[in-house]
């Protein structure tokens, strides 16, 4: 069973900087396709970015040049270092993983962390 414990939310001012970090259980993370994705009020969830186990990253458009996802192996961490935020990057952020070398389908998720952007 995997689980995955997100931390790091909180309130900044806009143009500020956040890290959340999403922390794994499993003996698999190094082979899992990690992801972060969120859920702003009244909206759908979104994919915000993504990392295969081989390091290869996905970002959407919105957070391009913004937002860098990294992970590390040896402490089975995710991360999602978050710059430039904007009123609009408000919302409940949650990690995701798959056994898939895809962000296609993510099977785990975690409880989430919020992030709250004032202007």
């Known amino acids: 069973q995997v689980q995955l414990v997100e931390s790091g939310g909180g309130l900044v001012q806009a143009g500020g900087s956040l890290t959340l970090s999403c922390a794994v259980s499993?003996?698999?993370?190094?082979?899992?396709?990690m992801g972060w994705f969120r859920q702003a009020p009244g909206k759908e969830r979104e994919f915000v970015a993504a990392?295969?186990?081989?390091?290869?990253?996905s970002y959407a458009d919105s957070v391009k040049e913004r937002f860098t996802i990294f992970r590390d192996n040896a402490k089975n961490l995710v991360n999602l270092q978050m710059n430039s935020l904007k009123p609009e990057d408000t919302a409940v952020y949650y990690c995701?993983?798959?056994?898939?070398?895809?962000?296609?389908?993510?099977?785990?998720w975690g409880q989430g962390t919020q992030v709250t952007v004032s202007s």
């Open positions: 995701a993983a798959t056994p898939r070398r895809s962000w296609s389908q993510f099977d785990y």
């Open positions: 499993g003996r698999t993370f190094s082979t899992y396709t």
């Open positions: 990392v295969t186990w081989d390091r290869f990253t």
